[in-house]
DNA sequence: AGCACA
């Protein structure tokens, strides 16, 4: 089975995530690109040898968590297909709303106790190697495809939006509504021999990329979450 | 591959 047999929950477990995208920005990424499908409470990833490559994503209610489940399965999020499932336990920011801190959380407790040594284990051999690696490489705000290797595929942020995975049918007039909710929105422009695709362009930067973070992943139909990128200029 | 709450 595709959900691995985990009973449906309000969390769902993400796994082949380009580790190559900083936490912060993946996490950005997964909110926008999930918020589609209802209310999220929480987004947890972590960057540790052990769960790197992993997400939760914590929604407010179970039907929510179902439909990510099953339409954003294998959606190329930063060149990879995601591969979904129900998390296998509740989200601490659940447990905590319902008021349930069950008084016998010894193993957990244990558990953490445990992590928590690795960690300085792993740390004071940091500092002893004292390897300088605390930059990663600092690229550009949210797109989802990652500029690999030489290839510039990436471009860099700037006034257009690049709109794919449109459906054949959206009119430019669907997009105006949806784009000029944005300040500083100026014009979507289509091109008639190439559907599927739009340009939306804003007066700067940073006005754009508060459209793009705002719609990206939005679908007009279930089968078409949009994907923003800044356009080549 | 890997199921946590940095």
Redesign the pocket.
Known sequence: ML??D?PP?Q?I?I???N?KVK?EELKRSLYCLFSQYGRIL?V?A?K???????A?V?FSEVMAASNAVRQMQGFPFYEKPM?I???????????EAEGNWDPNAKK?KK??EK??R??RAEEAQQSATANGTTTESGRGPASFRQGNRGEQETAPPNNILFIQNLPYETSSMMLQVLFQQYPGFREVRMIEAKPGIAFVEYEDDVQSSMAMQALQGFKITPQNPMVITYAKK
């Open positions: 959900t691995g985990i929950s969390t477990y796994k082949n995530l580790e936490k929480d947890v972590l540790t040898r052990k769960l790197r490559g992993q939760w914590c591969r499932q129900y998390a296998k336990t509740k989200s601490d920011c659940l447990v957990k558990q953490e992590a928590e690795k960690r």
